[in-house]
């Protein structure tokens, strides 16, 4: 008798055929397909019946000769992101440039009054002038302005320019002083206000503007506006250029935004906490009130907003209520994002505090009944709702060569990571944060503003381009080309993704963004599976667990599987991923327990 | 032995033209030499290239076409076959190119 088990997953469906008989089930062939719709609803049917024929093709057999469809327990995941930033840079009155440009000139500090370049000839000798130039003064006027200037006795300590010509006015000065370019909005910096510019050798950083007390001396400040000013002294660390302008009414403020808070709910009461006060907060309320059973975040927040639109479309997804609705967990992790400062002159950006939050809802509640019909009018097969995941994820894991109960599986998916034990009865546990949440992290803590190529630079390793032949991958050893590589990867780091390479909009070297990958997959999948693994061992104890698969399509990242295990080393638990069947790797495990029980039922198997 | 250089041969270029790519090689500050010579911009920024002791090589004709190109990658498409308008941008990318940072994108 021919059956096909299939899997509908929260991204992917998988499906199995395998021919029953008296002896063991054969395996002819395995699929998959991008899951259509949310899973557990009627539009799962597409994607399921793409899996089938392509499976029934592998096995080289027909839909005419299937006997038996069986599906999964499809219980419908919605899991929602959202990222609350706890700090905001603003500079008031615009009283500080730190853009580090890429080649400001001369070196030094100067000191003096801003005067547009316009009004040089006005000034008279002895006058300490930063000179301001603006657009559309060519390098060699400005040049030729300021040493005219120069010449009368004015003197011209500094200079800042909204072109890219810091180097040119400075090779033609008699003089050289310190010059900042590349001030896009150079109409902003406030004339008549006293300022210091800084320009360090190539190769080195800043050390008066950076500094508090330089800042103080500079502008003669007492302890009160020291306090003040600090701020701007430490936006202002590892730069190679800046510029300090006084402005009596302003100056730049860090403040802590109203990020809102979480309400949790748990069994004995519930508990409030602050987003702002981090991640390790949030995370420790969770542990204390767990097992949760609802949770709010306060309206108007992203985190709030964000666990509210969670609610309603499972809500609307599942015909019930909203407020019948449970959150059954968040996740929080400590981020670092760099965002605009409001008010910068030329386009700076801060690295602020944020909390990524993750949040998750599960019911068991589904049309199963409707999706189960639709599929059979669709293939003219019987279907039969075959069991509960957590029992068929089981089932298949044991297929895995090495294997043995007591097994507890561990599937990272894209929005939730599940566990469930194997140990007389099965016993599942569902977590907020998975892939998803990754390319989050990655995205918002390089500045990518783009999903799609987070995505590339998870799944896939890095390699600077350090010339046109050659690439040096991120384990230091070179490749090289045939080809020249396209200009625009030149010198940059780049993904080497499935389709080609992608060059990465940072100026950071490999390094950096390599551990930015793997600390974002350690936030949230070795957190996670250290998580969920203790939710359902028994007493808690890791200790007792004997053998742990680890399956889902985040199972096959390169990193990831063996992060976990070498986690969970401590513990002395076999921990890998999982190979079904001894072929199909972390993939096709819930419909191979399909399969596997559905053998196992006597009657059933000789109808 | 001569010092390192990038090359920009010219031949009739337009003054502004010249002066502008020039001005985007000094302000990244890269060495480089201007001399006098004939033919299409491609073709003198493959001699220019050849000739360059830092393999870069830029070519100026008198119609304002510039081109630039590396010595390791001649007979190839050029890298960057402007006209005189992107003088300064071209300036600065050939610059980096000799250097190894990345390089500017025309919006900036």
């Known amino acids: 008798m021919l059956v096909v088990g299939v899997d509908i997953g929260n991204s992917t469906t998988e499906a199995c055929v395998a021919e029953l008989g008296t002896g063991p089930a054969v395996y002819l062939g395995s699929a998959l397909a991008r899951t259509t719709g949310v899973k557990g609803t009627t539009e799962n049917v597409h994607g399921a019946e793409r899996a089938i024929r392509a499976a029934l093709t592998e096995a080289g057999r027909g839909m005419d000769e299937l006997a038996t469809v069986l599906v999964n327990e499809a219980t419908p995941v919605i899991s929602g992101l959202a990222m609350e930033t706890i700090t905001e840079t603003i500079i008031t009155e615009s009283t500080m440039i730190g853009h580090n440009p890429d080649t400001p000139g001369g070196a030094g500090l100067g000191v003096g009054t801003c005067v547009a370049f316009a009004e040089l000839p006005g000034r008279v000798a002895g006058e300490e002038v930063v000179c301001v130039i603006g657009t559309g003064v060519d390098?060699?006027?400005?040049?030729?302005?300021?040493?005219?200037?120069?010449?009368?006795?004015?003197?011209?300590?500094?200079?800042?320019?909204?072109?890219?010509?810091?180097?040119?006015?400075?090779?033609?000065?008699?003089?050289?002083?310190?010059?900042?370019?590349?001030?896009?909005?150079?109409?902003?910096?406030?004339?008549?206000?006293?300022?210091?510019?800084?320009?360090?050798?190539?190769?080195?950083?800043i050390r008066t503007l950076s500094n508090s007390y330089g800042i103080a001396t500079v502008f003669e400040l007492d302890a009160e506006r020291t306090r003040m000013i600090a701020p701007v002294a430490r936006a202002l660390v590892g730069n190679r250029s800046a510029v300090v302008v006084r402005t009596p009414a302003g100056d730049v403020t860090d403040r802590r935004i109203p990020a809102g808070s979480l309400t949790l709910h748990g069994e004995r009461g519930r508990r409030t906490v602050g987003i702002a006060e981090g991640a390790e907060a949030v995370m420790a309320t969770v542990r204390g009130i767990a097992p949760v059973i609802d949770a709010h975040g306060e309206p108007g927040t992203h985190a709030g907003g964000m666990i509210s639109q969670v609610r309603d479309t499972m809500s609307e997804l599942t015909a019930s209520p909203v407020d019948e609705v449970r959150i059954r967990d968040v996740l929080a992790v400590d981020t670092f994002v760099p965002q605009r400062m409001t008010g910068g002159l030329a386009g700076e950006f801060a690295l602020e505090n944020a909390v990524a939050l993750a949040a998750m809802v599960r019911t068991s509640q589904g049309p199963m009944a409707l999706l189960a019909e639709e599929l059979r009018r669709a293939l003219g097969v019987e279907v039969r709702v075959?069991?509960?995941?957590?029992?068929?994820?089981?089932?298949?894991?044991?297929?895995?060569?090495g294997t043995d109960r007591p097994l507890a599986v561990l599937d990272l998916g894209g929005g939730s990571t599940d566990a469930a034990l194997a140990a007389g009865q099965v016993h599942s546990v569902h977590l907020a944060g998975a892939g998803d949440l990754v390319t989050k992290l990655i995205d918002a803590e390089l500045g990518l503003d783009d999903t799609e190529l987070a995505e590339q630079l998870k799944q896939h390793p890095l390699a600077k381009a350090e010339s046109f032949f050659q690439l040096r991958m991120e384990d230091g050893t070179v490749r090289f080309r045939d080809e020249p590589l396209p200009t625009e990867c030149f010198a940059r780091v780049v993904v080497l993704g499935e389709h080609g390479f992608l060059p990465v909009p940072t100026s950071h070297p490999v390094e950096k963004i390599r551990n930015v990958r793997r600390s974002a997959k350690h936030r949230v999948f070795v957190v996670n599976a250290v998580r969920a693994l203790e939710r359902i061992a028994p007493g808690g104890d890791l200790r007792g667990l004997g053998f742990v698969v680890v399956l889902g399509g985040s199972a096959l990242d390169f990193e990831i599987p063996d992060m976990i295990a070498e986690a969970l080393a401590p513990y002395g638990i076999v921990c890998g991923t999982g190979n079904v069947r001894a072929s199909q790797g972390p993939r096709n495990a819930v419909a191979t327990g399909l399969v596997t029980a559905h053998a196992a039922r006597p009657a059933e198997a000789a109808r | 032995m001569t010092r390192?250089?990038?090359?920009?041969?010219?031949?009739?270029?337009?003054?502004?033209?010249?002066?502008?790519?020039?001005?985007?090689?000094?302000?990244?500050?890269?060495?480089?030499l201007v001399e006098s010579h004939r033919g299409a911009a491609a073709e003198l920024a493959e001699g220019a290239a050849a000739a360059s002791t830092v393999d870069i090589g830029i070519g100026v004709d008198a119609h304002g076409r510039i081109c630039a190109q590396h010595a390791k990658l001649t007979g190839r498409v050029p890298l960057a076959p402007e006209t005189a308008e992107h003088a300064r941008l071209l300036g600065h990318n050939a610059a980096r190119l000799a250097v190894g940072i990345p390089l500017k994108r025309k919006e900036q």
Not at chain 1, 169 to 178: A, D, E, S, T, Y
């Open chain 1, 386 to 401: 075959g069991g509960v995941e957590a029992d068929m994820a089981v089932l298949g894991a044991l297929t895995t060569p």
């Open chain 1, 139 to 205: 390098f060699e006027d400005a040049a030729a302005g300021i040493n005219a200037a120069t010449a009368r006795g004015v003197v011209v300590t500094a200079a800042v320019v909204c072109a890219d010509d810091a180097n040119l006015i400075v090779n033609r000065l008699g003089r050289p002083v310190p010059v900042v370019d590349e001030v896009t909005l150079i109409e902003r910096v406030p004339l008549g206000m006293r300022a210091a510019v800084e320009v360090a050798e190539p190769g080195r950083t």
């Open chain 2, 4 to 32: 390192p250089a990038v090359l920009v041969w010219q031949h009739d270029a337009p003054a502004e033209c010249l002066r502008q790519l020039t001005a985007g090689l000094e302000e990244e500050g890269v060495p480089f």
